[in-house]
């Protein structure tokens, strides 16, 4: 029997993909799908302000972390308190990782049908994309303001995002997530500016009002479904038919 508890949004719906919803135990107050489903599973706090007396106290089998998401000394503590617990440490790098990710899950978890159904949808979601030639556009992936802060190419995001052409430019920095100083980092005129839902919830009026101060078309500043972009799992196989979309607007743009 299994007693999940999961730590990171994308994880949790990839669990009830994989029918083991049940079996969850604790989750965060960001993993919100499946709804109305995920409702009924006890939120322990959030990705990075864990409820850790909770979380013992849930005797989980499994504790689902991601590398990115969660703070290393939150786990350590937990696994110190929790010595019988299995962690499930993840860290995908790229799109395609998430065939490893369904097939990890399946053997784990003791879903390996289900895990093979979604590696089947995945690969019918990608190879079109993978038929396709794209012309590389660059593009400025913003995920937050003050400070203004983006994404790497070493990230998922970018990745996920060149699948589709779509090239990140990012300031030089050893993070993966970097602070962007305007007055160094200019938009250039052939730039897209993508203002992502999450973690910072970018509306038309931020676009609206970033492409009159730098000077650049409208259009050429347009908002993005972060979970498209950012999260693994079954949302990935959807995500890929929104970045062939989201290349779609841009051209037309």
Same mark, same amino acid.
């Given at each position: 029997?299994?007693?999940?508890?999961?730590?990171?949004?994308?994880?949790?719906?990839?669990?009830?993909?994989?029918?083991?919803?049940?079996?969850?135990?604790?989750?965060?107050?960001?993993?919100?799908?499946?709804?109305?489903?995920?409702?009924?599973?006890?939120?322990?706090?959030?990705?990075?302000?864990?409820?850790?007396?909770?979380?013992?106290?849930?005797?989980?089998?499994?504790?689902?972390?991601?590398?990115?998401?969660?703070?290393?000394?939150?786990?350590?503590?937990?696994?110190?308190?929790?010595?019988?617990?299995?962690?499930?440490?993840?860290?995908?790098?790229?799109?395609?990782?998430?065939?490893?990710?369904?097939?990890?899950?399946?053997?784990?978890?003791?879903?390996?049908?289900?895990?093979?159904?979604?590696? +089947? !949808?995945? &690969? *019918?979601? %990608?190879?079109?994309? $993978?038929?396709?030639?794209?012309? /590389?556009?660059?593009?400025?992936?913003?995920?937050?303001?003050?400070?203004?802060?983006?994404?790497?190419?070493?990230?998922?995001?970018?990745?996920?995002?060149?699948?589709?052409?779509?090239?990140?430019?990012?300031?030089?920095?050893?993070?993966?997530?970097?602070?962007?100083?305007?007055?160094?980092?200019?938009? +250039? !005129?052939? &730039? *897209?500016? %993508?203002?992502?839902? $999450?973690?910072?919830?970018?509306? /038309?009026?931020?676009?609206?009002?970033?492409?009159?101060?730098?000077?650049?078309?409208?259009?050429?500043?347009?908002?993005?479904?972060?979970?498209?972009?950012?999260?693994?799992?079954?949302?990935?196989?959807?995500?890929?038919?929104?970045?062939?979309?989201?290349?779609?607007?841009?051209?037309?743009?």
């Amino acid at each position: 029997m299994f007693r999940i508890v999961s730590l990171v949004p994308s994880l949790t719906e990839l669990l009830f993909a994989l029918d083991r919803g049940p079996d969850l135990v604790g989750r965060t107050g960001f993993c919100v799908h499946p709804s109305p489903a995920v409702r009924a599973v006890p939120k322990l706090g959030g990705t990075k302000t864990v409820d850790e007396a909770a979380v013992i106290a849930a005797a989980p089998t499994h504790l689902v972390v991601n590398v990115d998401e969660n703070e290393k000394p939150t786990i350590e503590r937990l696994m110190e308190a929790l010595p019988h617990t299995e962690l499930v440490v993840t860290h995908p790098c790229a799109v395609r990782d998430n065939r490893a990710l369904y097939a990890q899950f399946g053997e784990l978890f003791d879903c390996k049908p289900q895990a093979e159904a979604l590696i +089947a !949808a995945f &690969d *019918r979601a %990608l190879e079109p994309i $993978e038929a396709q030639s794209y012309v /590389p556009v660059p593009v400025i992936y913003l995920i937050w303001k003050d400070p203004w802060m983006t994404v790497s190419p070493r990230t998922y995001i970018a990745d996920a995002l060149a699948c589709v052409g779509l090239q990140v430019r990012a300031p030089a920095s050893d993070r993966r997530y970097p602070e962007i100083h305007w007055d160094q980092f200019v938009p +250039a !005129a052939q &730039d *897209r500016v %993508l203002f992502s839902s $999450e973690p910072y919830r970018f509306g /038309p009026g931020h676009a609206a009002a970033f492409a009159k101060d730098h000077g650049l078309p409208p259009q050429h500043c347009l908002l993005v479904d972060g979970e498209m972009t950012s999260w693994y799992g079954p949302r990935a196989i959807a995500g890929l038919h929104y970045l062939a979309e989201l290349r779609r607007r841009i051209e037309r743009s």
